[in-house]
């Protein structure tokens, strides 16, 4: 069974970094895509970045491109997501998920989720 354990939420102040980290486990990853998705209060649950296992193809929402990168540890079977200059709205809950197939945006293509990690961001 697929399990996904995020790591690495806290608070920050704006402009600061944090990395978030998800840990997969329960089959080999060839031919996945890993994604990260985050849910503010009061939200709906959006797509942040994607990548895939295989190749490292990487997309990125507009709201992220420039001060997100996500990448990945084959070998840990580890994704993670480097969050630079972040700010206030930046602040909610972050998951990891995957797919099998190739990187996409539409959350509801995603097979199985993590339980998330809060960030949040003062001003």
């Known amino acids: 069974q697929v399990q996904l354990v995020e790591s690495g939420g806290g608070t920050v102040q704006a402009g600061d970094s944090l990395r978030l980290s998800c840990a997969a486990s329960?089959?080999?990853?060839?031919?996945?895509?890993m994604g990260w998705f985050r849910q503010a209060p009061g939200k709906e649950r959006e797509f942040v970045a994607a990548?895939?296992?295989?190749?490292?193809?990487?997309i990125y929402a507009d709201s992220v491109k420039g001060r997100f990168t996500i990448s990945s540890d084959n070998a840990k079977s580890t994704v993670y997501l480097q969050m630079n200059s972040l700010n206030p709205e930046d602040t909610a809950v972050y998951y990891c998920?995957?797919?099998?197939?190739?990187?996409?945006?539409?959350?509801?293509?995603?097979?199985?989720w993590g339980q998330g990690t809060q960030v949040t961001v003062s001003s």
């Open positions: 998920a995957v797919r099998y197939g190739v990187e996409i945006m539409a959350i509801y293509l995603y097979n199985y």
């Open positions: 329960g089959r080999t990853f060839s031919g996945y895509t």
């Open positions: 990548i895939s296992w295989t190749s490292g193809r990487t």
